[in-house]
Antibody
């Protein structure tokens, strides 16, 4: 059974840092593109970042470029999102989501998602 | 302001049919596959349509998808109260080099 489990969320002050983790099980982790998607309170889904199966450089939405870094450890079946210089507008539930292949999301086909980790940026 | 445009809400009676539109552009819907997600508060989003019109295993055939040009449509027939949720379209945008979603459509089954 495919499972994705996020952790590392919490309350952080503006300008602070957090690192989210997503542990995968039930599939060959290195064979899949992985993503982070977030949902701010009362808002819709927003794609944040993507990394290919072989851990090449990722893609990011403009508001997080230079502040967030996506990475993965295929030996530990774990996806990461290092978030620095956090802002109030980064407050959201962060989901990790799997795409079906190693080098493509086929549009954005997130076939499995985790339950999410809440990040709250507030003083 | 979302890159893909969806109506904020739709409603219909149990047993009826609804459609939800998703309007994009040549850089996203017009050249890429579209997926649809069902999302209930506090749960993981669930893929219900991929590659414009395919259903994952376990998704009933009451759910259907189509695409024409730069617009896509989700159809749900035989509405049930359990279908009440937010529905999102999603794809990749080749100009932004980013994943994009619609703003979401809240379905109410009256």
């Amino acid at each position: 059974e495919v499972q994705l489990l996020e952790s590392g969320g919490g309350l952080v002050q503006p300008g602070g840092s957090l690192r989210l983790s997503c542990v995968a099980s039930g599939f060959t982790f290195s064979d899949h593109v992985m993503n982070w998607v977030r949902q701010a309170p009362g808002k819709g889904l927003e794609w944040v970042s993507l990394i290919y199966g072989r851990a090449q450089a990722g893609h990011y939405i403009d508001p997080v470029k230079g502040r967030f870094t996506i990475s993965r450890d295929n030996s530990k079946n774990t996806l990461f999102l290092q978030m620095n210089n956090l802002r109030a507008e980064d407050t959201a539930v962060y989901y990790c989501a799997r795409c079906p292949s190693i080098d493509s999301c086929h549009g954005f086909r997130g076939d499995y998602w985790g339950q999410g980790a809440l990040v709250t940026v507030s003083s | 302001q979302s890159v893909l445009t969806q109506p904020p809400s739709v409603s219909a009676a149990p047993g009826q049919k609804v459609t939800i539109s998703c309007s994009g552009s040549i850089s996203n819907v017009g050249r890429e596959f579209v997926s649809w997600y069902q999302h209930l508060p506090g749960t993981a989003p669930k893929l219900i349509i991929y590659d414009n019109n395919k259903r994952p295993s376990g998704i009933p055939d009451r759910f259907s998808g189509s695409k024409s040009g730069t617009s896509a449509t989700l159809g749900i027939t035989g509405l049930q109260t359990g279908d009440e949720a937010a529905y999102y379209c999603g794809t990749w945008d080749h100009s932004l080099n980013a994943g994009v979603f619609g703003g979401g459509t809240k379905l109410t089954v009256l």
